[in-house]
């Protein structure tokens, strides 16, 4: 068995346990559907009532009959039905899903392209003036939390501009692309500004590091150009924990981005799950929690893979 | 390098472009609101979101106005008989479903089997119970057989919990995913959480609408619903949180509406468990309460305080109840002739953002207690949670925002009876609280039904289960190409029907 092989067979253990948890769970907190339905008018059912409602929920069986009736289902591709959108699970998500995966994606590509040429630039200006700044400004983009930059954001365009992007509907990519691009680029700015800090950080020290390691030593001794000491010998080591970084911070960012898609009203997967577990759509909740896991992991796989190719000296599996 | 910065601009540009392109369509009223709708069936439904969405779409048997009057809606006229044991219908014979079909008096009994059977779960079921048989004699009358006077009957089937929705519909079971109502709109499409169109229904007896329809968005954060009227992007929105609510008018171009609401903030006191058994210890917490004050620091002074009953027609001057000023002298005394001189500790629970003052109003009121020794520790959770212990009655204080009702009756009999469902939560039931309700329940002299309700104003307040504080504002803000909307205290957009956009 290869290394990709095994890592692939623990993908449905992991899967099994995440939506055991995540059944207990949903399940613990108290209030269930019936109370996110009814609020405090819950109170004024008479019994038949409640068990009435109680089996449209299915909340009649026991726990261990309600997971093994939605394993069943799960196995066979049926997540099960969301009782607030009265439509598949699976549906659901796959319609709430491209919002996030584009969000994701933008975010990442204003991290990439702020984080790392700021990183390196910050790294061979070591303890220059230039090198404080940029430290400064990434210590307060991780540090301010991204409602604050979602609100500013917003309020300096409604105010000063007097315009805004569309809120509350999606419009997919391939149905007007500028629209859409109109829509997400705030979103993807405020999410990229944290995210591009931690990757000037981390680009910026490990750069640091390998400035000083031997074959760059080497390689300056021998005359090679500075330019081509960092882009050719430094950086392609350099890039290990950037990718490590930014593969986890993906990874989340594929669960959504719950606050950011709250502030800017962006129908994404974190808000869908947000709103899943405020009503207690448990089926809802559990094939959301279930799909994020599977993308985490599946991202999580991609970062090892790309670090065997970055990094002849990583054998992956190597007893 | 150069290509790369000339994409930049233009993609900047694009956006740019693609910002300040304004969606032509001058006629559809472009909305927002915080909260959306949870479900479609109008009598399971019960929060204000699913409420405020289905009072636009279907209607029941009669409507209350702004002045809280009951009026027409599907019926055109209404009597109760000699003995209030009867109440016929006349319907509108104009009134028709979205689908071009009649409302009948079969369509009528048959929402009302639905509501009273007890496999639907309606939310209203229990305000109904007095109904025995439903007669349909002819094909625009219906007639309700009941089985002991009733008033406040009428004024319950006002609720969109009551709404007629056709027979057909209940017959094909498709009520909590199709929508065919009578009222003034049509709902197209709904992605929950997200937006709903609406298109106003040419099939509406009320008339034609000056609006082709509503486009509706919801934005979750209410900073964001007010930069949206900024710019235009929206007309028409609905505000929850007094503290974004205030900063509307200072905007150009934009109009805050308050109406005053019948649904009261309250502190609800556990009267059955420690110290707080204690009467004189209750009347110590009333009186060691500022309302006014509570109000002012919560909510900014957006609201006025009030007794138990919120309804202009039955509401009391609340200086003439009791310790509705603040006396921390005569608290104090109260608190020493209880042996409590030295006061006692208790936990206070508190929704998270429902309503969004609420840990504002908790912190308010523990700084008061703090003054006669109580010592008060804030329990704040997810309003879930929430719910499942207020409906255990498992809290010793509890902030609270409960919702109000047009008729005294039907706000408190779940609370304030001997077989109230929720007189387990209320904590607290005596005689006199029982017979005055159930003598207003059967009293059909208005005069003296205000009376009696009165005498349960005075009594609840003297006697102290709960500590009334105030009732806030229900707020809309438009631009000012919007005119003609008209709130009600029951917080409808019904209003909305009367609406017309401008340049």
Redesign the interface.
């Known amino acids: 068995m290869n290394y990709l092989t095994r890592r692939l067979v623990t993908f449905p253990l992991v899967m099994l346990g995440v939506s055991v948890l995540v059944f207990i769970s949903i399940r613990l ?4 559907a019936i ?12 019994p ?3 068990a ?2 109680e089996t ?1 929920f299915g909340m009649d069986q026991s726990w261990f009959g309600q997971y093994w009736h939605w394993l069943g289902g799960a196995l066979h591709g049926d997540l099960g039905i969301s009782v ?3 439509k598949p699970v699976l549906d659901v998500i796959l319609r709430v899903f491209p919002l996030t995966l584009e969000l994701a994606l933008l975010s990442m590509i204003v991290a990439l392209a702020i984080g790392l040429p700021a990183g390196i630039y910050a790294a061979t200006h070591a303890e220059k003036p230039s090198d404080l700044i940029v430290r400064v400004v990434a210590m307060i983009g991780q540090s301010t939390p991204s409602f604050v930059v979602a ?1 500013l954001a ?2 300096a ?3 000063w501009f ?9 419009t997919p990519l391939f149905e007007d692309p ?2 859409n ?2 829509q997400m ?1 705030l979103p993807a700015l405020t999410l990229g500004f944290a995210f591009a800090a931690a990757v000037t950080r981390i680009s910026r020290s490990a750069m640091l590091d390998i400035l000083s390691d031997d074959y760059v030593r080497t390689a300056r001794a021998k005359g090679v150009p500075q330019r081509k000491v960092i882009w050719h010998h430094a950086l392609p080591n350099a890039l290990i924990p950037v990718v490590t970084v930014s593969g986890v911070e993906f990874g989340y960012l594929l669960g959504g981005a719950v606050i950011v898609e ?4 962006l ?1 994404g997967l974190g ?2 799950v947000l ?1 899943a577990i ?3 759509d448990y089926a809802l909740v559990q094939g959301s929690v279930l799909f994020i896991a599977l993308n985490f992991m599946i991202v999580n796989l991609l970062v090892d893979l790309a670090y065997a190719a970055l990094d002849p000296r990583i054998r992956l599996g190597a007893q | 390098m150069g290509r790369v910065q000339i994409k930049t601009i233009a993609s900047a540009l694009a956006i740019a472009a693609a910002l300040a392109a304004a969606p032509a369509s001058a006629e559809t009223l472009k909305m927002a609101w915080s909260q959306d709708a949870t479900g479609l069936d109008p009598h399971k439904q019960t929060a204000f979101a699913s409420i405020r969405l289905l009072e636009l779409v279907y209607e029941p048997l009669v409507r209350t106005d702004a002045e809280l009057n009951v009026v027409p809606a599907i019926a055109s006229s209404w009597e109760f008989s000699e003995d209030g044991k009867t109440l016929t219908f006349k319907l509108d014979p104009n009134a028709k479903f979205s689908n071009g079909d009649k409302v009948m008096p079969v369509d009528v009994k048959a929402s009302f089997e639905r509501i009273l059977d007890e496999a639907t779960s309606a939310a209203a079921r229990s305000n109904f119970l007095s109904i025995e048989t439903i007669d349909t004699p002819d094909d625009e009358t219906v007639v309700f057989n009941l089985s002991q006077p009733d008033v406040p009957l009428l004024t319950a089937m006002s609720s969109i919990n009551a709404a007629i929705v056709p027979a057909s519909a209940i017959e094909a079971g498709t009520l909590g995913t199709e929508t065919i109502g009578s009222g003034p709109f049509v709902l197209d499409n709904w992605e929950p959480n997200s937006s709903e169109t609406l298109t106003a229904n040419e099939n509406w007896a009320g008339g034609e609408l000056a609006i082709d329809g509503l486009d509706i968005s919801v934005l979750p954060d209410e900073t964001a619903i007010l930069a949206s009227l900024r710019t235009g992007q929206v007309d028409f929105a609905l505000i929850n949180d007094p503290l974004v609510a205030t900063l509307v008018p200072s905007n150009p171009g934009l109009t805050l509406d308050r109406e005053p609401v019948l649904s009261y903030h309250v502190l609800q006191l556990n009267a059955e468990e420690g110290a707080m058994k204690e009467l004189k210890v209750r009347q110590a917490i009333s009186c060691a309460i500022d309302r006014q004050d509570v109000l002012d620091a919560a909510l900014l002074g957006e609201g006025k305080v009030t007794g138990p009953l919120t309804m202009p027609a039955f509401a009391t001057d609340p200086s003439e109840l009791f310790c509705y000023t603040q006396d921390l002298d005569k608290a104090k005394a109260l608190m020493e002739e209880a042996d409590y001189a030295d006061g006692f500790s208790a936990k206070v629970m508190a929704a998270t953002g429902e309503p969004p003052t609420a840990a504002a109003e908790a912190q308010v009121i523990q700084s008061q207690l703090a003054e006669i020794g109580i010592d008060l520790e804030i329990e704040m959770m997810e309003l879930n949670v929430y719910i499942d212990r207020w409906l255990k009655g498992d809290f010793d204080m509890a902030v609270a925002l409960n919702g109000g009702r047009t008729d005294p009756y039907t706000m408190y009999n779940r609370y304030w009876t001997k077989d109230g469902n929720l007189n387990h939560v209320a904590h607290y039931i005596d005689d006199e609280l029982d017979t005055l309700m159930n003598e207003g329940r059967v009293e059909t002299d208005p005069a003296r039904r205000k009376e009696i309700f009165a005498e349960f104003s005075k009594h609840i307040t003297e006697v102290s289960p709960w500590v009334w504080l105030y009732t806030g504002y229900s707020y809309t803000a438009s631009t000012d190409k919007v005119k003609g909307f008209e709130a009600t205290p029951t917080g409808s957009l019904f209003g909305l029907t009367a609406v017309t956009i401008g340049e």
């Open positions: 907190v108290p209030g269930d109370t996110a339905m009814l609020g405090t008018e819950a109170g004024l059912l008479t038949a009532q409640r009435a409602l449209y607030t959108y009265g609100l917003i309020y365009l409604s105010v007097g315009v805004l992007p569309a809120m509350g509907t999606f500028l629209k691009l109109a680029i709250q502030v800017f009203a129908p808000r869908t709103d405020l009503q207690r």
